[in-house]
């Protein structure tokens, strides 16, 4: 992520990785570096996921690592849905599939680009943001 990024560029960690953010040195757009607050079905949660949509709104990422395991998002019954169908609609609208960390034969690689076949398999998605004006 360092090397794909600036220091003044923000990534999002999507799940509950924060460790990417500190190895990379980067800062979040929100204060939700964690998805367990937004995702714990609780009387905030609600709330919690409307702030991180306000935040990601006004200060789009550079890029989102997008973490695939049940465990980093603890999502669950009761659990609110309207943070990630918001991260599911700019995912697919603002940026692109950069790589993932796929898991396989008691291993994980990175595997740049990712496929759409390998995205099963992936515990980590990387995203970027596409170029604004660039059409696509």
């Known amino acids: 992520m360092a090397d794909l990024t600036s220091p003044q560029d923000y990534v999002f960690v999507a799940g509950s990785e924060p460790q990417i953010l500190d190895y990379a040195q980067r800062l979040s757009p929100t204060r939700f570096t964690i998805a367990y607050p937004m995702m714990i079905p609780t009387p905030l949660a609600l709330g919690y996921q409307q702030e991180a949509i306000r935040d990601l709104a006004r200060c789009r990422p550079s890029f989102i690592a997008r973490a695939r395991s049940r465990t980093s998002w603890l999502n669950q019954a009761g659990t609110p849905s309207e943070f990630l169908k918001f991260l599911d609609r700019i995912l697919a609208e603002e940026y692109d599939r950069v790589g993932g960390y796929v898991l396989g034969n008691q291993r ?19 995203f970027r943001r596409k170029a604004v004006g660039s059409g696509k």
Do not use: N
């Not at 994980?108 to 990387?126: C, H, I, M, T």
């Open 108 to 126: 994980g690689r990175w595997v740049a680009p990712l496929s759409a076949q390998d995205v099963p398999d992936a515990s980590l998605v990387l």
